[in-house]
């Protein structure tokens, strides 16, 4: 049973919200992906957000640019927790999108990651997940401690080269 649900209202989303799957298969948490516009079919989207939580779904994620309705529609609908992902637009860079998504009216928020954050969106649902799932906690720890050694490495290497060098060589 899916416990994430990643939503986005146009499969233009995609190669951003591919992004918080990746995440979330590599702390190993089910979800299920589905592109369903709030404006072009408001009758499929209010029945897949009303059911979501007897389906097992404990977060959605919901990608949206422009308008960015998506987001805040799940939180008026879905009782548990939504984040919302800005999508960067050609027109506005996404900040119409931020916009859209962080200013919520009081009593239906929306956690809001930055524009094209979708990576963190899985982390940050790995966390709220991780209230109740110990193994999961452990899983996010681990990550962490890999994050960190990765920029030991970064400073390991950038002393022994110089940034000349180091420049050239992420080049």
Same mark, same amino acid.
């Given at each position: 049973?899916?416990?994430?649900?990643?939503?986005?209202? @146009? #499969?233009?989303?995609?190669?951003?919200? &591919?992004?918080?799957?990746?995440?979330?298969?590599?702390?190993?948490?089910?979800?299920? %992906?589905?592109?369903?516009?709030?404006?072009?079919?408001?009758?499929?989207?209010?029945?897949?957000?009303? &059911?979501?939580?007897?389906?097992?779904?404990?977060?959605?994620?919901?990608?949206?640019?422009?308008?960015?309705?998506?987001?805040?529609?799940?939180?008026?609908?879905?009782?548990?927790?939504?984040?919302?992902?800005?999508?960067?637009?050609?027109?506005?860079?996404?900040?119409?999108?931020?916009?859209?998504?962080?200013? %919520?009216?009081?009593?239906?928020?929306?956690?809001?990651?930055?524009?094209?954050?979708?990576?963190?969106?899985?982390?940050?649902?790995?966390?709220?997940? @991780?209230? @109740?799932?110990?193994?999961?906690?452990?899983?996010?720890?681990?990550?962490?401690?890999?994050? *960190?050694?990765?920029?030991?490495?970064? #400073?390991? *290497?950038?002393?022994?080269?110089?940034?000349?060098?180091?420049?050239?060589?992420?080049?």
């Amino acid at each position: 049973m899916s416990k994430v649900s990643i939503l986005m209202g @146009s #499969d233009s989303d995609l190669p951003i919200m &591919s992004k918080a799957a990746s995440m979330l298969e590599d702390f190993g948490i089910e979800y299920e %992906m589905r592109v369903i516009s709030a404006h072009r079919e408001p009758d499929v989207f209010i029945d897949y957000a009303k &059911s979501a939580e007897e389906r097992g779904i404990e977060v959605i994620i919901a990608g949206a640019g422009g308008a960015a309705h998506l987001p805040g529609m799940c939180a008026a609908i879905f009782n548990l927790p939504v984040i919302g992902v800005p999508i960067h637009t050609k027109s506005l860079g996404g900040v119409d999108s931020l916009y859209s998504i962080v200013q %919520m009216p009081s009593g239906i928020p929306v956690a809001t990651v930055a524009i094209d954050g979708a990576a963190n969106a899985a982390i940050l649902a790995a966390k709220m997940l @991780s209230i @109740s799932d110990k193994v999961l906690r452990e899983k996010l720890a681990d990550y962490k401690e890999n994050l *960190k050694k990765q920029v030991e490495t970064k #400073d390991a *290497k950038l002393g022994k080269v110089g940034y000349e060098a180091y420049l050239k060589q992420k080049v």
